[in-house]
C-alpha cells in the first residue's frame, strides 16, 4: 500500500487544473448501456473508480476503451448480472441497475451494503424501480429487477436526508425507455444529475427540469450513440480551494464552475478563479445539506481549515450518519474536535504538528492530506488508495502548486 510524505508549512501557490467530475463521470458511464451504439465521453478523469467502471461495463458484455480521458464504449450485446465482487467493490456500481433495467427489463445486482460514511442504502432506488413497474426481489444477497414493461409513473424519491443523487439518476435512466411519461419529484439537483441528462437527451432521451427537484422524462423507444463532455468536479474545486486556504498561499484555479460551489465560495464566476486568505479567517458554522447546500464530500477538508481558524466552529453532518473519520485523525496532528450527536465542534487555532495518520474513505483523505499541507513537520498520510479513487494525480498537481508531498510504498 502507498502513503503519501507530507512536509508541511508551505503555502501553495501557482495554477491548478481541475479534472472531469467523478461523481458525474460514473452514471454517465452507465448510462451508454442504454444504447447498442457507440458512446464518446470525454473529460473522464482518470481514477481507479472510473477504472473500476470501465471493468464492470465490460463484465457486462460491453467494449470500452479509456484513454487521455476519453471513454470510447459500445454495448452492442450486454446481459444484466454484475457481481458482487464488483459491486462489493465500489458503491457506484449500483448505478448500472437502471440502465440494465431499461434496455433489458432484467437487472440483478448483489446489494452494496455499507461503508465507512453510513448504511447508504438503496430503498429510495428500487421504490423508484417498483413506481415504473418493475418487481423487486431479494434473495441471496443479491437483489433483483424484472419488468416486462416498464411505464411512466410519478416517482418521489425523498428520504430522511433528502433526495438520493444515484437514485434520482438511476429512476432518470430507466425511466428514458419507458412506456409515457414519468415525473421524478423531490428529484436529487446536484449538478452531476444535470449532467447526467444533457448526456440522455444527447442520446435522444426527452428529459426536462433536471437541476430543480421535478425532473420530468417522456420515454422514447431507443438511444442512439452521443459525444458528450465531462463537467469539472466541484469537489476537487473544493478541495484545492481550501488548500490554498489552509496554507495562506495563492492559487488559481483553472477549468472550474463557481457556480456549482456557492454555499463553499460564495461566488458565482465561471472559467477559472484564484483564492487567497483574507487578513484574518474567522470561524463558520457549517452544516452539510444535499446540494445548492454545503456539500457532505467537501465537509472533511473544510473541518482541516477550520482547526487553523482562532474560535469555536460548529460542523454538522447532515447528509451522512457516520462521516466524521477524520476527526480522530485531525486530532493526532493536534486538533481540537468533539463530537456531539451529528455535530464537530472544531476548537480552532491551535498549531498543528506532522504526524502518521490514516485515510479511512476518499474525502477523509483529502482532509489529512490539507491538514498535512498546513502542519509544521512530515505528515505520513497511509492507505492513499481511497484518494486515488476520486482525486486524480493530487501529488502531481500539489507539487506543481510547490508542496512537498512524495508518494511512497507504506512501511
Ligand atoms: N439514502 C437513502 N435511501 C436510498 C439512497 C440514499 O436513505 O435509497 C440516503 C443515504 O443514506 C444518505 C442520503 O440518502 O443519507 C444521500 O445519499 P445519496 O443517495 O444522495 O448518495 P449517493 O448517491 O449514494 C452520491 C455521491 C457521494 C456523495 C452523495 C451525496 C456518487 C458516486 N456518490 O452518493 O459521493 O457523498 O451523493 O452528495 O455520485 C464521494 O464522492 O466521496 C461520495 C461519497
Given at each position: 500500500m502507498e502513503s503519501f510524505l507530507?512536509?508541511?508549512?508551505?503555502?501553495?501557490?501557482?495554477?491548478?487544473?481541475?479534472?472531469?467530475?467523478?461523481?458525474?463521470?460514473?452514471?454517465?458511464?452507465?448510462?451508454?448501456?442504454?444504447?447498442?451504439?457507440?458512446?464518446?465521453?470525454?473529460?473522464?478523469?482518470?481514477?481507479?473508480?472510473?477504472?473500476?467502471?470501465?471493468?464492470?461495463?465490460?463484465?457486462?458484455?460491453?467494449?470500452?476503451?479509456?484513454?487521455?480521458?476519453?471513454?470510447?464504449?459500445?454495448?452492442?450485446?450486454?446481459?444484466?448480472?454484475?457481481?458482487?465482487?464488483?459491486?462489493?467493490?465500489?458503491?457506484?456500481?449500483?448505478?448500472?441497475?437502471?440502465?440494465?433495467?431499461?434496455?433489458?427489463?432484467?437487472?440483478?445486482?448483489?446489494?452494496p451494503g455499507g461503508c465507512v460514511i453510513g448504511a447508504r442504502p438503496i430503498n429510495l432506488h428500487l421504490k423508484g424501480f417498483e413506481s415504473l413497474g418493475a418487481k423487486i426481489e431479494i434473495a441471496g444477497g443479491y437483489v433483483r429487477a424484472t419488468a416486462k414493461k416498464l411505464t411512466g409513473c410519478t416517482?418521489?424519491?425523498?428520504?430522511?436526508?433528502?433526495?438520493?443523487?444515484?437514485?434520482?439518476?438511476?429512476?432518470?435512466?430507466?425511466?428514458?425507455?419507458?412506456?409515457?411519461?414519468?415525473?421524478?419529484?423531490?428529484?436529487?439537483?446536484?449538478?452531476?444529475?444535470?449532467?447526467?441528462?444533457?448526456?440522455?437527451?444527447?442520446?435522444?432521451?426527452?428529459?426536462?427540469?433536471?437541476?430543480?427537484?421535478?425532473?420530468?422524462?417522456?420515454?422514447?423507444?431507443?438511444?442512439?450513440?452521443?459525444?458528450?463532455?465531462?463537467?469539472?468536479?466541484?469537489?476537487?474545486?473544493?478541495?484545492?480551494?481550501?488548500?490554498?486556504?489552509?496554507?495562506?498561499?495563492?492559487?488559481?484555479?483553472?477549468n472550474c464552475r463557481p457556480d456549482h460551489l456557492r454555499a463553499v465560495l460564495d461566488k458565482q464566476r465561471a472559467g477559472s478563479m484564484t483564492i487567497r486568505r483574507g487578513k484574518k479567517l474567522a470561524a463558520v458554522d457549517v452544516t452539510t445539506l444535499p446540494y445548492s447546500g454545503f456539500p457532505t464530500d467537501a465537509q472533511a477538508q473544510m473541518m482541516s481549515l477550520l482547526t487553523l481558524v482562532p474560535g469555536i466552529s460548529i460542523i454538522t453532518e447532515r447528509i451522512f450518519e457516520s462521516r466524521f473519520m477524520h476527526v480522530s485523525e485531525l486530532a493526532?496532528?493536534?486538533?481540537?474536535?468533539?463530537?456531539?450527536?451529528?455535530?464537530?465542534?472544531?476548537?480552532?487555532?491551535?498549531?498543528?504538528?506532522?504526524?502518521?495518520v490514516m485515510a479511512s474513505d476518499l474525502r477523509a483523505s483529502a482532509a489529512l492530506v490539507i491538514a498535512g499541507l498546513a502542519a509544521k513537520g512530515q505528515t505520513q498520510v497511509n492507505r492513499i488508495y481511497h484518494l486515488d479513487r476520486g482525486y486524480e494525480k493530487m501529488d502531481v498537481k500539489l507539487r506543481k502548486l510547490g508542496a512537498k508531498i512524495q508518494r511512497v510504498e507504506e512501511k
Open positions: 507530507i512536509k508541511g508549512g508551505l503555502p501553495l501557490r501557482g495554477e491548478v487544473t481541475i479534472s472531469g467530475s467523478k461523481n458525474a463521470a460514473l452514471p454517465i458511464m452507465a448510462a451508454t448501456l442504454l444504447t447498442d451504439e457507440p458512446c464518446v465521453i470525454r473529460g473522464v478523469p482518470d481514477l481507479s473508480d472510473t477504472q473500476f467502471m470501465a471493468l464492470i461495463l465490460k463484465s457486462l458484455g460491453a467494449e470500452a476503451k479509456f484513454e487521455n480521458g476519453t471513454l470510447s464504449v459500445r454495448a452492442k450485446k450486454i446481459h444484466g448480472h454484475a457481481d458482487y465482487e464488483l459491486v462489493r467493490k465500489m458503491r457506484g456500481s449500483i448505478c448500472v441497475a437502471g440502465p440494465l433495467l431499461a434496455r433489458l427489463h432484467k437487472a440483478e445486482i448483489s446489494l416517482a418521489f424519491l425523498g428520504g430522511r436526508a433528502g433526495s438520493t443523487v444515484l437514485g434520482t439518476a438511476n429512476v432518470m435512466m430507466a425511466a428514458t425507455l419507458a412506456d409515457g411519461q414519468t415525473v421524478i419529484e423531490s428529484a436529487a439537483c446536484e449538478p452531476e444529475v444535470v449532467d447526467l441528462a444533457n448526456f440522455l437527451n444527447a442520446m435522444g432521451a426527452n428529459i426536462s427540469g433536471a437541476g430543480s427537484p421535478t425532473i420530468t422524462i417522456t420515454g422514447v423507444a431507443k438511444l442512439h450513440g452521443a459525444e458528450h463532455q465531462i463537467i469539472p468536479d466541484r469537489i476537487e474545486t473544493a478541495t484545492f480551494a481550501i488548500a490554498a486556504a489552509a496554507t495562506n498561499g495563492e492559487v488559481t484555479i483553472k493526532r496532528l493536534g486538533a481540537e474536535i468533539e463530537i456531539e450527536g451529528p455535530s464537530a465542534i472544531v476548537k480552532g487555532g491551535r498549531p498543528l504538528n506532522g504526524a502518521p
